[in-house]
C-alpha cells in the first residue's frame, strides 16, 4: 500500500484496470440473471417456427419432450461455459490493454509533474531563475503557469531582498564612518575635542537613528503590518498642521512655502496620523532639492470620490527616465548627491506604501532637470 500512495503511475494503472474489472463484472453479473430467460425466450420463439414450417402443429419439443430438454440442457450448458470462458479472455486481454495504455498515458501525465517536481527542488535550493514549459490551455500546463508565476514572484522578492540589504549596508556605513573617523580624530589628537567635534558626531549618530527608524516603519508598511485608524479628516487642518511644522526649516533655507485650499471643506475617509506621515515626506523632499529663493505649493481639489492633493516645488527636477523608479526604497536620481541633502531615501517609499493602504495612488510629474516636480496623490472622500 506504500508503494501504491507513493507513485502517481501505479494509482493510474489501478484506477484503469478498476473501471476494467467494474466493467466487465456489470457484464457477467448481467449475463447470469438476464442470459436465461432470453435464451429460454429465443429457444421457444424457433421451435414455434420450426413446427410451423413442418405444419406438425407440435414442434421441436414435441418430437421427444425428454430427449428435446436433455440437448437443450447440454447445449445450453456448452453455451454458457463458452461465454464465460470467452469473458475470461476479454478480461485478460482488456487488463494487458489497459496495462500499454497507462503506461503511455501515465508518462505523459507524470512528465509535466516530475518536471516541476525537479525545477520546484532547483527553487528550494536558491535557483530563483527556474522555470518550466507550458504549452497548451489543459489543468496541468495552467498548473505549470502558475508554477512559473510563483517562480518569477518568488526571483523578485530574492532580488529585492538582496538589494536591500546591499542598500542598508551602504547607508549605514556612511554615518558609522564618520562617526569613526571623528572619534579616531579626537583620540589621536587630530580634531580638538570641542563642542563642534562632538556637534557632529551627535549629527552623524541622529542620521542613524532616523535611517533605523525609517527602516522600521519601511518594513511595517511593505509587510502591511500597520494598522489605519479610518475615519473622516479634515483636509484643510492637515495640510494646515503640516506646513506648520515645517515653517521653520523653510524660512531657515530661505524656501517659500504656502498652501492653496479650496474654499468649501473637503473632509477625507483615512488616518489622520498617516496623511500627516505622507504629506510631511513629500513636503519634506520638496525641501531637500529645492534651493533657496524656491517655492514649495500644497493644494488640494475634489473630483468626484477623491481627492486630489499635490506638492509642487520649483527644486531641481525629475528626468523623465527616472519617474517611474521615483518611489523605489534608496533610489536616488543624482547618484553623486550626499545623503544630508538627500533623507534617507525610503520617505517616498513609505508614502507611497500609505497612500495605497488607503485604497488611493501616488506618483510624479516633471518637465525634466532643474524644472521643479510635482507629486500627487490620491485618497478616498468621506461620504
Known amino acids: 500500500m506504500k508503494i501504491i500512495r507513493s507513485h502517481l503511475g501505479i494509482k493510474l494503472f489501478l484506477s484503469y484496470f478498476v473501471v476494467i474489472l467494474v466493467g466487465m463484472s456489470v457484464i457477467g453479473i448481467t449475463t447470469k440473471f438476464v442470459m436465461p430467460a432470453a435464451y429460454a425466450r429465443h429457444l421457444s420463439f424457433m421451435e414455434s417456427q420450426f413446427g410451423a414450417e413442418t405444419g406438425t402443429g407440435q414442434g421441436l419439443m414435441g418430437q421427444g419432450r425428454g430427449q428435446g430438454m436433455g440437448m437443450m440442457s447440454e447445449f445450453y450448458t456448452n453455451f454458457q461455459a463458452t461465454f464465460n470462458e470467452s469473458l475470461v479472455i476479454a478480461v485478460i486481454a482488456a487488463s494487458l490493454v489497459a496495462l500499454i495504455v497507462s503506461l503511455v498515458f501515465s508518462r505523459s501525465i507524470l512528465a509535466p509533474v516530475n518536471v516541476m517536481m525537479n525545477a520546484s527542488q532547483r527553487i528550494a535550493d536558491g535557483h530563483y531563475d527556474e522555470r518550466v514549459e507550458s504549452r497548451g490551455d489543459d489543468e496541468l500546463n495552467q498548473l505549470a503557469g502558475s508554477f512559473n ?116 471643506p473637503i473632509h477625507l475617509l483615512a488616518d489622520e496620523d498617516r496623511v500627516i506621515q505622507i504629506l510631511t515626506n513629500l513636503i519634506g523632499n520638496a525641501l531637500q532639492y529645492t534651493p533657496e529663493e524656491g517655492s514649495v505649493t500644497v493644494s488640494i481639489v475634489s473630483e468626484k470620490e477623491e481627492a486630489r492633493i499635490s506638492v509642487r516645488d520649483t527644486g531641481a527636477g525629475i528626468p523623465p527616465e527616472h519617474l517611474a523608479k521615483i518611489f523605489d526604497r534608496f533610489y536616488r536620481v543624482d547618484k553623486s548627491r550626499a545623503r544630508s541633502r538627500g533623507g534617507s531615501g525610503i520617505g517616498l517609499t513609505i508614502a507611497k506604501h500609505l497612500v495605497e493602504a488607503h485604497g488611493g495612488q501616488i506618483w510624479a510629474e516633471s518637465a525634466g532637470e532643474n524644472k521643479g516636480s510635482v507629486f500627487v496623490f490620491t485618497l478616498p472622500l468621506s461620504k
Open 149 to 264: 508565476q510563483m517562480a518569477e514572484q518568488l526571483e523578485q522578492v530574492e532580488s529585492m531582498r538582496r538589494r536591500l540589504i546591499g542598500d542598508v549596508a551602504h547607508e549605514l556605513r556612511t554615518p558609522l564612518t564618520a562617526i569613526k573617523g571623528y572619534a579616531e580624530g579626537l583620540m589621536d589628537g587630530v580634531l580638538p575635542a570641542a563642542s563642534e567635534s562632538y556637534q557632529q558626531i551627535h549629527a552623524e549618530s541622529e542620521r542613524l537613528n532616523r535611517l533605523v527608524d525609517d527602516l522600521q516603519e519601511l518594513s511595517r508598511v511593505e509587510s502591511r503590518a500597520t494598522q489605519l485608524d479610518v475615519h473622516p479628516v479634515d483636509s484643510a487642518a492637515i495640510i494646515k498642521t503640516v506646513t506648520k511644522r515645517l515653517q521653520h526649516q523653510f524660512d531657515d533655507k530661505r524656501v517659500n512655502l504656502t498652501s492653496s485650499l479650496p474654499r468649501e
